[in-house]
Nanobody
């Protein structure tokens, strides 16, 4: 069974930066669309950034409006890892962050390819 392991979270001040990493054991990682999601306390899980294969080694990215221009998603297929560079962090970015591969649209949280990992906590102090 494919495992997802997220790491890199922590406590950061408003305006600070963090880089999250997600590693997977999927054999066909390079063709998988990958998405970072987050779930804040008392809120539903939401998709924040996705990276999708266009052709060959070309990938497209997309972002939720709330993180556009601040977050950057990337991947390393050799390491089977996906990253989320988060800049200009705000208290409202506080959440547990997860990665997964969507089975339908990238913003659809309910239908994912793999079992959810434990996530990594990001806390932004004001």
């Amino acid at each position: 069974q494919v495992q997802l392991v997220e790491f890199g979270g922590g406590l950061v001040q408003h305006g600070g930066s963090l880089t999250l990493s997600c590693t997977t054991s999927a054999d066909y990682f390079h063709i998988l669309p990958m998405v970072w999601y987050r779930q804040a306390p008392g809120k539903q899980r939401e998709a924040v950034a996705g990276i999708f294969r266009r052709q060959g080694t070309d990938y497209d990215t997309d972002y939720a409006d709330s993180v556009k221009e601040r977050f950057t998603i990337s991947r390393d297929n050799d390491k089977k890892q996906v990253y989320l560079q988060m800049n200009s962090l705000k208290p409202e970015d506080t959440a547990v962050y997860y990665c997964n591969s969507p089975l339908s649209t990238w913003t659809t949280v309910q239908n994912t390819r793999f079992k959810w990992g434990q996530g990594t906590q990001v806390t932004v102090s004001s």
